[in-house]
């Protein structure tokens, strides 16, 4: 049996707004210490990887290990309902995993009181999805950049709109952004700043050595739909590693996006 | 000759945005008293039923009944134009009927006063519909509902994202809103609560006898449309009658919509 | 070379974007006085004047004249990037037009400091474009309106949902817009109103003589682009001359609209 609770109503809702472009089904990990999972996306060239440990919800009870396979964009859509900021009453939705005695299938409900007078249910069923949990080991890498999440959001923005790729280098100047298409050449270099008044607008760049990669921007797009979860981003570039682009959710986790490099080859960015 | 005067420029605007869905032309009515409408939906399955009494409006003149054949969707084009609330000077529509001098058809002319220097008007030609009205006899219903019109619209909303029909349950534990689809299923239980701070945000159950009701959400969501115009809706339930949703007018009247149940049949709601 | 920074960065994104939807390419023609542009619509029906002067500039530098062909999309996407105000640091994009060194081609350089820390630039590649420049003389018109601009584009939106085309008409009245169509008919009438908290607000007409010319409605919706630009706009009709709707940038020039009026045919506008 699995239990929980959240404070926010709308953070698991955010959750699945961030990842639910990439992954259409995925299966939730749930232990005793959390609720995790970890998904390709369905052109399986980048990986997602969420943690929210139990400590970080309000009421948190898993009596043994299961993996709950779901649709992603099903279970957006039962949270839409269930978890609501924005309605009167805040809610705090409550979603419990029993054996339905209804029907052989297991079933998640997510259950949300609005105040004493409103109560909200909603039952989905669990799906079988065949899934093999990478390891993902612990690594050194080059460059770690840490930087404010919306500007980052802003720059793979602007960026696509001139071209598909983003070379991100990071040397002793700063972090530097840049594309090429049809119409012409974009470059944005952010410095590090630590001369801030809030802590969070912040930009540090721990450089162990030069490193310049290429990304699909259309991946790097995908992944700012985190931006609402925190207000700072994490990218840790790597010559030999995908690069790892992390939104901390505070106090509780984490979700993670890993994507290879573009080989470089100067011939695919000039287009015919 | 029909001439009346809205202190509200917005209100006959809104009450058009909430009826227009569901119907493409319909005959105005108009008496000494106010001013009516009744029209069932293009695909005869609802009837909308709309009074704006005369005493609601700044100025009202009608010499005698007559009937005026519009295009709901032509005529809030006209008022889109002629009764804005948001520009700079508040308007006071002005709508009259005259036969119109130059033309053998009978016109509806709005003429809108913005201050002194800026007047606008719009003429639209009556158009024949055959329309038979349909005598509403008062009735004695099982159960009554007045909840908060945003609660309601919100409800409809969201099961509708899961479901296509709505079950509507009144027993002694409150409303219960139910719906079942392919991805699940999803139950709303709002209980009497009338020890709110605001009139308007109470749930207030009047029942006579428990019932349950079964009804397309596609309609429920065009009614919704009325929310705008009162910050409660009256939702009255009875096994041998159709439903009515109904929004009152302050002061002038009221949007009543009927929607006949469906025949519950337990193989529809499981789809294949 | 030609060198240009503006103080506010979104001064040049609202000049493209009032003009982008007329004019796909066009030749910018800068000198020592200022930057000025000149280009008919694709149909060649209406024709847009742009002129910004150097002394509105915060730093403006050209040392030779010189014709700068762009494509307006691409480098309203391009200054959507640079030029942005609602980014937390004000940004005073600069722009540089020089011979690249690393290519034969001529670029134009936008160039974007975000205070110390973020630096943005982007490179266009120059466009040949033919074009001749007219020489538009200094023209008496039969009637002159100024008024408030938005007031002008609520009215030419209000008409386009009703006819395609619009009359104005100046007469010791007022100014009236008129329009008819399949549904009906509207006129708008504003009358002379200078006693107005605002002088922005005040409608003011000189006419010598009573003016009425027929447009395309959806051209002024076109020209209604620049509203963003300036609070006031002036229209200058003529029986003889194409009608020019300005829009004046404060303290550095003006965009110009000009447009042929319809031959006014009396079966035209009766649609069957």
Chains 1, 2, 3 share one sequence.
């Not at 030069?210 to 259309?218: D, E, Q």
Request: a negative charge.
């Amino acid at each position: 049996m699995l239990e929980l609770r959240l404070v926010q109503g709308s953070l698991l809702k955010k959750v699945l707004e961030s990842i639910k472009d990439l992954v259409n089904d995925a299966n939730f990990d749930c232990s005793a210490t959390g609720f995790s999972l970890q998904a390709m996306d369905s052109s399986h060239v980048a990986l997602v990887a969420l943690l929210l440990r139990s400590e970080g919800f309000e009421h948190y009870r898993c009596d043994r290990n299961m993996s709950m396979g779901m649709n992603l964009n099903n279970m957006a859509k039962m949270l839409k309902c269930a978890g609501n900021d924005d309605i009167i009453t805040p809610s705090r939705p409550m979603m419990a995993v029993t054996p339905s005695p209804s029907c052989s299938k297991v079933q998640v409900r997510f259950t949300c009181c609005f105040a004493q007078d409103k109560i909200a249910d909603f039952e989905m069923k669990l799906m079988d999805i065949d899934s093999e949990h990478l390891g993902i080991p612990e690594a050194e890498y080059h460059a770690i950049v840490r930087m404010p999440s919306s500007e980052f959001s802003r720059i793979c923005k602007d960026l696509s709109s001139i071209g598909d790729t983003v070379v991100i280098s990071v040397t002793k100047e700063g972090v530097r952004f840049s594309t090429r298409g049809d119409i012409g050449t974009a470059n944005v270099v952010c410095r590090q700043n630590t001369t801030v008044d809030k802590p969070e607008e912040a930009t540090i760049i721990e450089m162990n050595e030069p490193v310049s990669l290429t990304f699909a921007l259309r991946y790097m797009n995908s992944f700012t739909k985190a931006t609402p979860l925190s207000n700072t981003v994490t990218i840790s570039l790597s010559s030999e590693l995908p690069v790892v682009v992390e939104y901390k959710i505070a106090e509780m986790g984490y979700v993670r996006f890993y994507l290879a490099p573009k080989i470089e080859d100067d011939d695919e960015e000039t287009k015919p």
